[in-house]
Structure formats: C-alpha cells, structure tokens
C-alpha cells in the first residue's frame, strides 16, 4: 500500500518534470496565471495553464474562417500585450483591417505589420521575430509548413519564451507540424433570439485539435465586451413570451 | 619662443573661380551680391582690377567702365568653407592652423620649420605649392601674429622677421597693418600719421585718448606684449578603422572574424563620442586589385556591434575573396547623436524594449527591403480605405483614440469584389448573394449605414454598407455602390470578412 503510493507520487513527479521540460510550468502556489478569460478552454491545457511558451498553430480553410481565426487570434494577443506590449504581425498577403482590431481589445498602433513576398523570407521573419524577447506575440500567417520548418519555430520560442501564433490560411495539406497545439476557429450563427435584431457579437466554434499533453475538445465561445463568454443556449424569445404567459 | 606664419590669399575668391571655370582666365569678370537694394561688387578678377573695378563698387558703376564684364553670384559663406579647407590641407606644415576671416590663414609654426631645412625652405615651400595650386598668396613669419600679418601683407621686404625684430619691420607700415577700425585708421590719416613709426612712440596715455584702448591692444599684440588669442581648426576625424591580415583571407569565418575586431573598435569609438551609427560602410581590398564593398543600415542611430554585425552577417555572402583580402576597412559615414541617457533613467524597459524591435527591423529591412515594415496610426475619416494612415517611425503616437463604436470587418478586401444580389428595393438588405460561385442566404443583416465619398479628396459614389449574415454563420460587409436609378442598377460590392 504504501510504496503503491510512493509509486503514484514519484509518476507525478515525473510527470510534472517532463511538462516543465517541455516548457510547460506547473502553476505556482499563491500565483494567478493568465488564462486570457478563455475559462472552459482552460482544462484543455496540462496543468490548466496556457501554453504561453509555444507555437500555437490556427488552420483556416475558407475566407470566413479565415476572419473568424483572424478575430480570435487578435483577441488573444490582446491578452497577451496587456497595456503596454508590442505584437508583429507576418503575412504575404496581409487582408487583415488594423483598424478592426480595435474590437478585440487590441491597440492597432502596437501592431507592426510585415509584408513579405517570398514564403522562405516569411519563415526567416517569424523565426527573427520570435527571438526578440522584447514582443509579446508573434502572428504570422503562412501558407504551408513543413515539420522542420515548425520545429525550428518551436525551439526558438522555448528559448525566447515569446508566444508565436501562426496561422496556416488553406494550407493545400494540413500535415503535422510540431505546435503545442492545433485550433480550428469556425463562425457560429449569432443568437437566434427576436428581441435584438442585426448580427450582434461574433460567435465562434473554437475546436483545439491536437494538445500536447492535454485533451484536445470543441467549445462554443462568444467575443462579448472585451472578454470570450460561453454559449450556453438561452431562453428564446418565443419561449420567454411563452413563459411568461 | 613661437614663431607664426601668416598666409594671405590676395584673390583668394577669383582664384577659386578660375579654377572652376578655367575659359574665365584674362577676361574681366566681378562677384556680386544683392545689398540694401543695389548690386554691390564684392569681388573682382585682376584684369577687372586693370579697368579700376574694386570690391564695394557698384554693379552699374563697374558695367558703365566695362560693358562686358562678366558677373557671377557671390556666396557669403564661401570664402569661409574655402579657408577651412584650406587650412586642414595646411595642416601638414603645422598641426597648428587657424583661420583668419576673411582671407588668410595663420599658422603656429613653432618648431616645425627645422623640418622643411630653414625658415627660408619652409615658408617657400608653402608659397610655392599654394601658387602650384593656383592661389595667389604672400606669406610672413614672425615672433607674434599681428607681425607676420602685416608683413604678409603691407611690407615688399623680406618676409622672415627675425626673433624680437617685429617693431623695426612694423616701422615702414601704414596704420592699417596694425589692424585697428576703419574710423580710427581715417582719423590718423587726417593728422597725417601715415607710417607705424610716426605714433608708436607716443606715450600709451595719449594713444588711449586719442585713438582709444582697442589701438593700444592691436599695437601690443604686434609686437608680443599681450597675448593673441588662436583658435586652431579641428579636422573631423571620419569614423573609420583599419585591419590588415597578415596572410589574404579567404574563408566567411575569417571575414566574420574581421567584421567583430572592425565592428568592436568602431564601437567603442562610438560610445566614446556619444555617436551612433545610421551607416556602415565594408570596404573589402582584394590582393587582386579589386574591392568588395557591403553597406548597412540601421532605423536608429546604433553603437552596439552585435547589431551591426548581425546586419552585416546576412550581407558576408555577396563578399567575393577570390584569391584573398589583405585590408579591411570599416567606416560609418553617416553618424548621429544617441538619444541621452536620461531618458533610461525613467522608461528603462520601454527604451530598451524599442531598441530591441529597432534591431528586430532593421534586420527585416536588410533583408527583404524597407517597404515590408508598416505601422498604423488612425487617421478622421470615415471611408475605410483612408481611416488608417500609415506612421512614419516606430515611436510615432496616435493623435486620436482608435474608434471602436464603428463596426469594421476583421479581413479586408483590398479591391472590394463585384457580387450578384437579389435585394428588395429601395433600401433592404439583400435576401442572398453570390460570391465565387457560392450562394450566401441571408438570414440576419445591419444597416444600410452610408459612407459618402469626401468631395475634398475624390469625386464618386456613396457606398450602402451592410453586414450580414449567412446560414452558416459567415458575415460578410457588403456595399451597394450609389442610388438605384430609373434605368440603371446599382453594382454590389463585397469587402470585408468578419470575425
């Protein structure tokens, strides 16, 4: 009984050693980790701790995925610069509105976007723009991306522990490439309710794929006031009128 | 004891005309410049000086005595560029130079004529290479300035005053040799003191009554009892370093290794001055004959070597060795102040943070170029393809608040596409649209909200904008381009994604 026990302590030792080695911390006691309002999607993560030190890797198939991802992943650098951070954005054809970004809660003039031409410049871009400590995030948007060329963003981040978001936008093939996790953003339809007409916040189907060393899972999240709110199915119009008689 | 030089350039600006515009030589030409409303002659060439056209002439007087004389813009700041040139190539008879407004220089010769032999050698030396160069001078050497430039210019007796003989060489000279004030050297005229040697001996006091302290200074400092203040120029230093190697190097490891020691003493030079660099400059002397040259630069001035180098590291491969390079030079031509340090003292990690992202970009821009870098700032307009201006530098600030109020789409086109809709007139949000083959259903939609064109900027037609909803939960921005009409339909147009 007892060195069954031992046992159990000394695999979660071992555990949380390994998930410190992969760049993962255990939160701290008495310390309050970031986890960017994202609340249900939390648990998804090992040790219920974002990831801040790794490659987030978002795949979009279609232009209104594509903005869906866009949106989200501005939210989530908004996070990630607070107040006073700087964020590069890298693309070859850059189609994303500063001036939208504003709406999620990030300041367009904290943004420096780089425009680039050739996919082998892009990849040298982000691989520079992950190494300055000095940013909070890096989003790029790329195309295709092999598992060397991934590796080599991951390692760069481990060492300069500035998280990098990289958007592949139709990749021909959605091979693996080695990211702490894999997000799919989807539009939602707004709320179905009659009583506010128009389109009203935006709505996405976030789905993390692949997490390592987490359980991968689906959640329907809404951008409301600044912060990710989930969905939970609320009383319709006709039932609220039905109810109340 | 010292010893100084006095060179005087009697034409020195027609003499640099000439040497610019050689076909000017033996015709009668003048400097003019525009004073108190009238062309005054400020400088005129010899043969112009044969025909009694001076400097303070008139422009019309000079042309009824020469109707073709040649006139040519006179610049005030010349004279002054041209003798600090002058007096940096002087340098190598002295390190000593001063200039002396408006056409001489002097130099401090002390201890440095035994070089060229004697005195005699030394001050023939200089008359002789300036006369090769094609300036008309006349030098003097002697114990104080004031002596050497009278000499140099009011005496035709030999020009070398012998140690402590300056009163005896002055004796012969007109009042003006002394440099005192124009009114001072006409009131002397007037009482008929036409020579030095006619009031020097006067009492100090009665001098002072007379003609004021100021000529009592000049006569001291002619003949060395007071002191002459000299101010030597200061040739600009360019920031360059050398290494050689001692055998020619070939490899990218050896040129890397150059460009650090280079790179490191630059540096280090830099900080000292409180410089940094804007451009560097890789000057690469192949025993062939050849140079390899690879430049940089940076957004901001830099002193740091590991920037520079890592900029400079992206450019080692467009270096050729071919057989070797045996000299490596180094310059930064274009310098600048650092920003002071105080700043540090009170934003430490936001100035820091900005010299890193500095870096960053300037490794960007050494790369692919400096048109892939963009930063906005919001700019009053309501038309979304100028609500945004681009900003100039990295630490430019937004005059005003981002808007949020305005609902904009995430992703936009940058041609808005053409679209087919079917939408009920006049001011309903289409019931569906196709875009690339795609039918989009409308199930929920904003709007319209108009965007008039601004008249001031561009002529065209307002744009309908709507968002809206499909079944699937894409929403789209979508705009009808002006008014439906009697006969024509308005184009729709869709521009934006959003999230």
């Known amino acids: 009984m007892e060195t069954a026990l031992k046992k159990s302590e000394l695999v979660a030792r071992l555990r949380s050693d390994i998930l410190s080695l992969q760049g993962f911390r255990a939160p701290a006691l008495g310390v309050k980790h970031d986890d960017f309002g994202l609340g249900p999607v939390m648990k998804t993560f090992p040790e219920g701790v974002f990831p801040r030190v790794g490659m987030h890797e978002f795949v979009s198939n279609s232009p209104e995925q594509t903005a869906a991802t866009s949106g989200f992943m501005a939210a989530l650098a908004g996070k990630m610069m607070k107040e006073d951070g700087l964020c590069v954005w890298l693309g070859r054809h850059r189609t994303v509105y500063p001036f939208a970004l504003s709406q999620f809660g990030v300041s367009p003039d904290r943004v420096i976007f780089v425009d680039l031409k050739k996919d082998k410049d892009l990849l040298w871009a982000i691989e520079e723009a992950l190494k300055c400590d000095a940013l909070s995030a890096v989003v790029g948007e790329i195309k295709e991306l092999n598992l060397t060329e991934s590796r080599r963003l991951q390692?760069?981040?481990?060492?300069?522990?500035?998280?990098g978001l990289l958007h592949r936008v139709a990749p021909?093939?959605?091979?693996?490439?080695?990211?702490?996790?894999?997000w799919r953003i989807s539009p939602l339809p707004g709320a179905s309710d009659l009583v506010l007409p128009g389109i009203g916040f935006p709505r996405w189907q976030v789905t993390i794929e692949k997490v390592r060393s987490g359980e991968p899972g689906s959640w329907r999240l809404e951008f409301r006031d600044g912060s990710f709110e989930l969905i939970t199915e609320s009383v319709s119009f006709h039932q609220y009128t039905a109810k109340a008689g | 004891m010292k010893r100084y030089v006095a060179i005087w350039f009697r034409h020195l600006l027609v003499d640099r005309v000439l040497l610019r515009q050689p076909e000017l030589a033996g015709k009668p030409f003048a400097l003019a410049a525009k004073e108190r409303g009238r062309m005054l002659v400020k400088a005129a060439s010899r043969d112009a000086q044969k025909l009694g056209i001076e400097a303070g002439m008139v422009l019309a007087d000079a042309r009824a005595v020469q109707p073709e004389l040649e006139v040519l813009d006179y610049d005030p700041l010349?004279?002054?560029?041209?003798?600090?040139?002058?007096a940096e190539w002087a340098i190598r008879y002295s390190p000593l130079v001063a200039v002396d407004l408006p056409d001489g220089l002097i130099l401090d010769a002390s201890g440095c004529a035994h070089l060229w032999g004697s005195e005699t050698a030394y001050l023939k030396d200089i008359a002789s290479r300036l006369k090769a160069s094609g300036y008309d001078v006349r030098t003097a050497m002697a114990d104080t300035i004031g002596a050497a430039w009278a000499v140099a210019r009011y005496s035709r007796a030999f020009p070398i005053i012998e140690p402590g003989e300056q009163l005896s060489a002055l004796l012969q000279l007109p009042p003006h040799a002394l440099r005192l004030d124009a009114a001072v050297v006409e009131k002397m005229q007037k009482l008929g003191l036409y020579q030095i040697k006619s009031f020097i001996y006067m009492p100090p006091s009665v001098l002072r009554r007379r003609f004021g302290q100021g000529t009592l200074d000049q006569i001291g400092k002619a003949l060395g009892n007071s002191q002459e203040a000299f101010e030597p120029v200061c040739p600009v230093e360019p920031y360059q370093e050398r290494l050689s190697s001692l055998e020619p190097i070939r490899t990218a490891t050896g040129i890397e290794i150059a460009i650090q020691k280079l790179l490191e003493m630059l540096c280090a030079r830099l900080v000292k001055d409180g410089k940094g660099a804007r451009q560097a400059v890789l000057r690469c002397y192949r025993i062939d004959g050849e140079i390899q040259q690879v430049a940089i630069g940076t957004s901001?001035?830099?002193?740091?070597?590991?920037?520079?180098?890592?900029?400079f590291e992206l450019k080692i491969s467009s270096i050729e060795?071919?057989?070797?390079?045996?000299?490596?030079?180094?310059?930064?031509?274009?310098?600048?102040?650092?920003?002071?340090?105080q700043e540090a003292l009170w934003d430490l990690s936001s100035a820091n943070k900005m010299t890193a992202i500095a870096e960053l970009l300037d490794r960007l821009t050494a790369r692919a170029g400096a048109d892939v870098i963009h930063r906005y700032?919001?700019?009053?307009?309501?038309?979304?393809?100028?609500?945004i201006t681009e900003a100039v530098s990295l630490t430019d600030q937004p005059q005003t608040d981002w808007r949020t109020d305005q609902h904009r789409p995430v992703q936009l086109l940058a041609e808005p596409e053409r679209i087919i809709v079917s939408a009920p007139v006049p001011d309903y949000p289409p019931m569906l649209f196709r875009y690339k083959g795609d039918i989009h259903r409308i199930k929920k939609a904003d709007g319209p909200s108009r965007i008039e064109q601004e008249w001031w900027i561009s002529d065209g037609?307002?744009?309908?904008?709507?968002a809206v909803e499909d079944e699937q939960g894409g929403r789209y921005w979508i705009f009808r381009l002006g008014h439906y009409g009697e006969e024509t339909n308005p184009e729709w147009f869709i521009h934006g994604f959003f999230a």
């Not at chain 2, 037609?461 to 709507?466: E, K």
């Open chain 2, 78 to 86: 010349l004279a002054e560029k041209l003798l600090l040139a002058l």
């Open chain 2, 461 to 466: 037609l307002h744009r309908d904008y709507y």
């Open chain 2, 321 to 341: 060795p071919a057989l070797g390079i045996e000299l490596f030079v180094m310059e930064a031509p274009v310098v600048e102040h650092l920003g002071n340090a």
């Open chain 1, 155 to 163: 390692l760069t981040v481990e060492e300069s522990r500035v998280t």
């Open chain 1, 172 to 182: 021909r093939l959605s091979n693996p490439v080695a990211a702490v996790c894999r």
């Open chain 2, 377 to 387: 700032l919001p700019a009053q307009h309501h038309w979304p393809e100028r609500a």
């Open chain 2, 300 to 311: 901001g001035p830099s002193c740091s070597a590991s920037h520079m180098f890592k900029l």
